[in-house]
């Protein structure tokens, strides 16, 4: 168990760093995580069906501008982690993941806010021109990140798996089958908050066209992306607000 | 007094060196500057060449101190340009201008977030996931796999080469491509890409059916099949529109991701869904 916890902590970490020293490279995503997860835990297969499901629903779920997210990288980890040691489906683990989230967000706020205090003391080094102290800063603040992942999640995985599961296994019945269809409601939360960038009234047309290439023609993702990326051209060929080139 | 010392000439080594640093952008974030830090660190080997001066050097590194915001993945471009202007600056510093410096990372790096948002999080990211859920619904690993790629191709192409880009012809490019309004332009063809993807999303990943039937005339009608023969999937359209009306009318996604699960059970005990 401690070996476990201590490598789930590690996934955590990660997860949380991608975003911060890692280039937000997406490892973050519960997509990602999720089949990591489960080869810790011994079950890739339900990893993987885990993090598309909590993918899914988070996918609108990113941290844009100055707001702090719900940590969708702690919510995955250990959602998939207790779905895959309990022994239940994706329902369970949406269940568990989306408190997480929001209570594991106000740690990166916390870290957030403490770092107030390294950037205040690299004004003073930046005064002396002191780049080794400047850098230093920097890494300490790196260093709470690796904090806020690692340890929610290894003390989730050591402190919360008993009682969990002892939780989940006095879940009712009608209330499981209930999160199984707010998990399948859960998706369209996702892509209403990506819509919420873009769509507006005179967009619309391309949302609907989409929409229904796939369900009339049943042309897959894929496809779809293909057809998008050629209208996006011809649309921006078609503009001739000017016609002169922009060469790189 | 002694003769002062010759600032370095940036080389592809150093740039290189930012482009790497760019990475850990955010490592240090806070509410009050968030990046500012991270921005410092990853301009630190060209600064560091530059201004041999260690008077100098403080100076250029409280000037990058400064509020920075900007989607990770364009900011090495941004770091380029502030490096070519601080390279301007320490050869010729009587005719430079040097508050030019920081005016510039302000005009840019909002329009910048702009279109690397919709660019990398609204269609690339998307897209990515778009395909690597549809694949791991089924269990397949190469689901997050193509996930990583499909994202990541684009997202390490525009940050190396944002570098050295933004380097060597940022401003010349900037002045040009803001003067013809290109910003909207390809904006509005990234939000185009998006919609038209969310759009398949929303019609193939959502399973959400309804079991109600009920009699008429004497014989049972399924509703289920009814709307699939009017319009497939209605039910999960409508249901994103109407969370995407309340999103419009500020409610807090909190509240909604609470109500799902209430409404969730309430009607699988109806036997609505």
Known sequence: MLLEAILIGLVGAVGILDGRIFGQTMIERPLVLGPVVGLILGDLQTGIIVGATLELVWMGIVGIGSATPPDVTTGGVLGTAFAIMTGSGPEVALALAVPIAILAQS?????????????????????????????????????????NGFVPNFLGIMLGSETVEAFVNNIPAFITDGLGVAASMFPALGFALLLQMTFSMKLSPYFFLGFVIAIYFGVDITGVAIIGAIIAVILYQLDKSDDEEVTL | MEEQKKPGEITKKDLRKVFWRSFTLQGS????????LGYLFSLIPLLKKLYPD????????????????????????????????????????????????????????????????????????????????????DGNILGPI????????????????????????????????????????????????????IGAMTGTLIDLSTPLSFSMQGSEV????????????????????????????NVKVNYIMLGIIAIGIVSSVLGIF
């Open chain 2, 222 to 249: 399924n509703l289920q099949e009814t709307l699939d023969e009017i319009l497939p999937k209605v039910i999960p359209l409508g249901l994103t529109l109407f969370i995407l009306y309340l999103l419009k009318k």
């Open chain 2, 54 to 137: 260690s008077k100098d050097r403080a100076e250029a590194y409280q000037r990058h101190l400064a509020f920075f915001n900007t989607t990770p993945a364009v900011s090495s471009f941004i770091m380029g340009i502030s490096g070519a202007m601080e390279q301007k600056n320490a050869k010729d510093k009587e005719n430079f201008d040097i508050s030019t410096i920081n005016n510039i990372k302000v005009a840019l790096m909002g329009p910048l977030a702009g279109i690397g948002d919709s660019f990398f999080w609204g269609t690339f990211r998307v897209i990515a996931a778009g395909i690597g859920i549809s694949l791991a619904t």
């Open chain 2, 146 to 197: 193509l996930f990583l790629v499909l994202y990541n191709v684009p997202h390490f192409l525009a940050r190396y080469y944002g570098t050295f880009i933004g380097f060597n012809k940022g401003t010349d490019l900037l002045d040009k491509v803001q003067e013809k309004g290109q910003f909207e332009k390809v904006s509005l063809s990234a939000s185009v890409l998006g919609l038209i993807v």
């Open chain 2, 29 to 36: 974030f806070t509410y009050e500057r968030m990046q500012a």
């Open chain 1, 107 to 147: 740690l990166g706020i916390l870290v957030r806010t403490i770092n107030t205090f390294f950037i205040h003391r690299a004004d003073r080094y930046a005064k002396q021109g002191d780049t080794g102290k400047i850098t230093l800063m920097h890494w300490l603040g790196v260093s709470l990140f690796f904090l």
